[in-house]
């Protein structure tokens, strides 16, 4: 009698445990914390573009600026690089700057198409000229679009013109 009910409660314990097991292997279905064979690829990352001046601070050049009428006959002038490198595998496309000279704006513009390529980098040379032979600071600020249609702006580090 003994070993016929130590088999029935065997045979039970057997028959409970395969139901559990069972009901928690279909229970996780279609649950909305389990993984799901439908479901739509994560978004991608958002353009990010990281922006350093080399060198900075800007040694005085004094080379003349020749390329704008505005600086011809400015006698103080500095050239440096802007290096723009993307980071979240999107193209981004900066279409305004907005410069500002010893905190001051001089510059509005807009209709740009500066088009980093995803993961890539561009340098845009830059310059200044300034009637007065001292030292000045500027700033660039960048505003565009990544290639999903999300905002981009992005600011240069204050850039130092040391003095003549």
């Known amino acids: 009698m003994f070993m016929k009910s130590w088999n029935s409660q065997r045979l039970w314990s057997i028959a409970i445990a395969l139901l559990v097991s069972l009901l928690s292997a279909t229970c996780g279905k279609g649950s909305p914390t389990g993984p799901s064979g439908n479901a739509p690829p994560p978004p991608p990352n958002s353009g990010t573009v990281q922006l350093t001046v080399n060198p900075n601070p800007v040694p005085f050049s004094g080379v003349p600026v020749t390329d ?97």
């Open 68 to 164: 704008t009428p505005d600086c011809a006959d400015l006698p103080n002038t500095w050239y440096y690089d802007q290096i723009f490198k993307e980071f979240g595998g999107n193209t981004v496309t900066f279409t305004s700057r907005v410069d500002e000279f010893d905190g001051f704006v001089v510059n509005n513009l807009t209709g740009l198409d500066i088009t980093i390529p995803p993961l890539g980098s561009l340098t845009l040379r830059a310059r200044w000229c300034s009637g007065n032979p001292t030292a000045h600071t500027a700033l660039s600020t960048f505003s565009g679009v990544d290639s999903r249609g999300a905002s981009v702006n992005v600011t240069t580090p204050t850039i130092h013109l040391l003095a003549p």
